[in-house]
Each structure stands twice: as C-alpha cells, then as structure tokens.
C-alpha cells in the first residue's frame, strides 16, 4: 500500500511579494528549495499561518539568497506580502518504509527568509 507523506516543509517563511497577474505558482529562493528538498514543478501546499488558508500550487525557482517567496497568480488573492506561511511538500511511499522516512526540514528566519549559519 502507498500513502501520501510529508516529504519536505519550509517552516514559517515571510510572503514577500504577491502578483494577481503571473500564470500562477510559488516562486521560493531557490537556496530553501535545495534546503528543504523541493525541486521546480513540484506540488506544494501553502499553509496562511495569518488567515488559516490552504492553497496548492506549484514551485518556480527564484533567484538564489533572494529571500523572495512570491505567491503567483490566483494564489496572490490568498496571501499578502507579509503573512508568514508553512510550505509543504509531499511524497507517495511504501506503507512500512514511510514508518522509518524522515521528512526535510528547513527553518529559516522568517524576518529575511534566509538560513542562519
């Protein structure tokens, strides 16, 4: 049997910018997705920690130690430049090999959204 688990999650990051206009997805600095094992076209769920929204969409690349986490498209009527957000990703596995998985974890600080040394 296959279950759905977490497979990667960006723990309390700061939107920094939000455009109605884009096709659509999550632009993430593309240093918390190789920290949080997130890879571009990946499915994510955002996670509003200031509305309680949940939204899925999809991961575009930023430019590298930009901070930016830009929710693209319609998901920009979801959250505002500065809500901070949980982005998750998830992955399907073998019942008794998900027992023993261990997700990526990242923790930036959400004030730059960047990793502490």
Excluded at 47 to 60: A, F, Q
């Amino acid at each position: 049997m296959q279950i759905q688990v977490v497979k990667s999650k960006i723990h309390r990051v700061k939107i920094t910018q939000a455009d109605l206009n884009y096709i659509g997805s999550i632009t993430i600095d593309e240093v918390l997705m190789e920290a949080s094992n997130l890879i571009e076209g990946e499915k994510v769920q955002i996670v509003n920690i200031n509305n309680g929204e949940r939204i899925e969409t999809y991961v575009i690349k930023g430019e590298k130690n930009s901070g930016v986490i830009c929710l693209n498209g319609p998901a920009a009527r979801r959250c505002a430049p500065g809500d901070i957000v949980i982005i998750i990703g998830y992955g399907y596995m073998d019942f008794e090999a998900a027992k023993k998985f261990k997700p990526t974890l990242c923790f930036p600080n959400e004030e730059t959204n960047r990793l502490e040394d």
